[in-house]
């Protein structure tokens, strides 16, 4: 009984894991052929470079192939020091992109910082928005206190240090996630991690810009390495430290993105399936100690954010969840400026619940059958997924503080219009790694280990979360993408394994 539970719970989350990954590859892999649309006459000479290139190694492979092996020996007796000496040149150039891409959204970003700066002019506006929007009002008081601490500097100052943290925020989430999956599974599984991680994440535009996004990806990177300090604990400090250090992250994690508290709903799932099955789980002493830090951390907060000084926020002002669900119903499922109108004109909450009901029940009776809802559905989960540099033609900076036509990070990250379809330079090498990432997450499937189940878990449930409320948007998949990457590490080391496997059948 206890094994069939198991198989079922197993089998559920993969078929549902296979399904919507697959419709996130054939997305990403559409998102390819606009670009050589664009590129016009020269994508033709493109693909003959690359043909040439794939012959002529195919055709000398044999030839330079000790020499590729002594270029393997060499970079493996000097791995460390290369690796740091990477590390760094990473660094700058980050330093270097946030520097050079200083500047203003067009979105909540630039509200909250505007907000920041600007208190005094715009106090009823920003009690408005921290009403209507309470989610944001962590980040918020966040920004707020840099700004005081800083000695209250103008937006390019202060804009520019919150990217510096961002810098610090993700290559640390990088490194610390990927020596957790180097001691949970092995070495190669921890530096597929970090390099995906670095390309994606690290190289990216998005540590630029001071949001919610950057922390969630934070949150959920310390989420997955936490879970697994608590899961392996063995020391009496340990089962107190990390639970402790976890119910700080899920607390902030709730107040700031509350999508994120996904990722302990699977845990709790996958412990439960695990604890009747008699399987290891957490241990009770650090399960007391999650429950009770995290409920005195969350009322603590959320009565001080009832009464913050200065601040007079109205509570009724708050949107409904059904508000989102009603707005993720039509289009591409993404903010829609006339639900969010239509909703802060209604000062009654439960008047403006019923509307966002009886606005998400129209909108589904109006597809008619099941299968128009599914293509709706289906078409939303290839915006939610396919971009690999995750909106950023439609999100990302577009008011350079320092303008200059030479610069370099300028070029490559910034475009001359706003666009939600337009790509920048960097747009076509970073969807080829997003598509290899989600091919190399189904090769996870066979894995039934049960840190990789919770990741299996979180991803679906992110998944579900973004196709009933509010999506649209490839940005959204910054707060689970560490989850995603860990999947495809395991992925790339089962798929390693398989074909060292064949290699031994064959020889």
């Keep these: 009984m206890q094994k069939k539970i198991q198989h079922w719970s197993n ?9 919507l990954v697959s419709i996130a590859i054939l997305g990403s892999a559409s998102k390819i052929l606009p670009y050589f649309d664009e590129l016009g006459s020269s994508s ?3 693909v003959d470079l690359v043909l040439i290139v794939s012959v002529i190694f195919v055709l000398t492979y044999h030839s330079i192939k000790p020499y590729l092996r002594q270029l393997y020996f060499l970079i493996s007796k000097y791995v460390r020091p290369l690796t740091l000496a990477l590390f760094v040149l990473i660094v700058f150039w980050q330093f270097y992109v946030v520097k050079s891409i200083n500047g203003k959204t067009m979105w909540d970003a630039n509200m909250i910082l505007t907000r920041v700066a600007d208190f005094p002019q715009m106090k009823a506006l ?10 944001n009002i962590l980040l918020y008081l966040y920004e707020r206190g840099v700004w005081l601490f800083l000695g209250k500097p103008d937006l390019p100052v202060l804009t520019l240090f919150l990217a510096r943290v961002n810098i610090a925020l993700v290559d640390f989430s990088i490194i610390v996630v990927g020596h957790t999956l180097k001691g949970l599974f092995n070495r190669y599984t921890g530096t597929v991690y970090w390099i995906l991680g670095f390309l994606l ?6 540590i630029a810009v001071p949001y919610s996004d950057i922390w969630a990806f934070f949150f959920s990177s310390a989420a997955a390495s936490l879970t697994v300090s608590i899961f392996k604990a063995k020391k009496i400090w340990q089962k107190i430290i990390y639970p402790v250090l976890l119910a700080i992250i899920l607390t902030a994690s709730y107040f700031m993105k509350p999508s994120l508290i996904i990722f302990y709903i699977a845990a709790a799932i996958v412990g439960s399936v695990a604890l009747i099955i008699k399987k290891s789980t957490i241990s009770f002493l650090s399960l007391l100690t999650l429950a009770i830090t995290t409920i005195v951390l969350a ?3 959320n009565n001080y954010q009832k009464n913050i000084p200065n601040l007079n926020l109205n509570e009724n002002r708050a949107f409904s969840m059904m508000h989102f669900a009603a707005m993720g119903s039509i289009k591409m499922g993404a903010y829609n400026p006339a639900d969010y109108f239509a909703d802060k004109r209604i000062k ?3 008047k403006r619940n019923e509307r966002d009901i009886r606005v998400l029940k129209k909108r589904i009776v109006g597809y008619k059958n099941v299968g128009n809802y599914q293509r709706f559905l289906i078409r939303k989960h290839v915006f939610n997924t396919a971009d690999g540099g995750f909106n950023w033609a439609g999100n990302g900076n577009k008011i350079i503080f320092e303008p200059n036509p030479d610069n370099f990070a300028q070029k490559l990250f910034t475009t001359q219009k706003i666009s939600f379809t337009a790509h920048t330079a960097f747009s076509f090498p970073v969807q080829i790694f997003w598509i290899l990432t989600w091919i190399l997450t189904l090769f996870s499937i066979p894995n039934e280990r049960l840190f990789t189940q919770i990741f299996k878990y979180s991803i679906v449930g992110f998944f579900l979360f973004l196709l009933m409320f509010e999506g649209g948007k490839s940005r959204y998949m910054i707060q689970l993408l560490p989850f995603i990457l860990i999947l495809a590490s395991i992925g790339a080391d089962n798929l390693a394994s398989f074909i060292r496997k064949q290699k031994s059948l064959s020889n």
């Design 126 to 135: 920003t009690n408005e928005y921290l009403s209507v929007y309470p989610n």
């Design 348 to 350: 009654d909450p439960d």
């Design 11 to 19: 089998n559920f989350i993969n078929v549902f894991l296979v399904i």
């Design 201 to 206: 994440m690290g190289l990216s535009p998005w």
């Design 44 to 46: 033709v000479y493109l």
């Design 299 to 301: 009322l603590s907060f």
